[in-house]
């Protein structure tokens, strides 16, 4: 996970809040064919890859994964193309769940819509 709550520190040098990162990326596996992958604050340019790293290593375990986008206050188009991309690849294995209206929108205009789910799936249903 990578958090930009306070300054990160590295021995005696530590990173200022501009440079530190905005954003956290955080797993929650529930079974092992059941993650929820939360991510918030702000999905820039620096956030692709760590958030692309998370998908990709859920769905190579043969995890179904819900990507919660609720707490996503900016989501730059790039990530949001390579969450699209990962999500049509995977053969719907990937769901977005509760993205924040501004999230929302850069979805819709993407064509991406259909990958939204309206609820998390309970015990013995899926999504």
Known sequence: MITAANPLSFGSTAMSLDEAP?????????????????ASG?????SKGELLFEVDRALSAGTDVVLDLSAVSFMYSGAANAVIDAASASDGRVHIFAPTRPVRMILDV?????????HLPTRGRSL
Request: avoid cysteine.
């Open 110 to 118: 993407l064509g991406a819509a259909d990958l939204v789910v309206d």
């Open 42 to 46: 702000d999905l820039d340019m620096s």
């Open 22 to 38: 905005r954003y956290t990326v955080e797993v929650e596996s529930y079974s092992p064919s059941y993650s929820i992958l939360r």
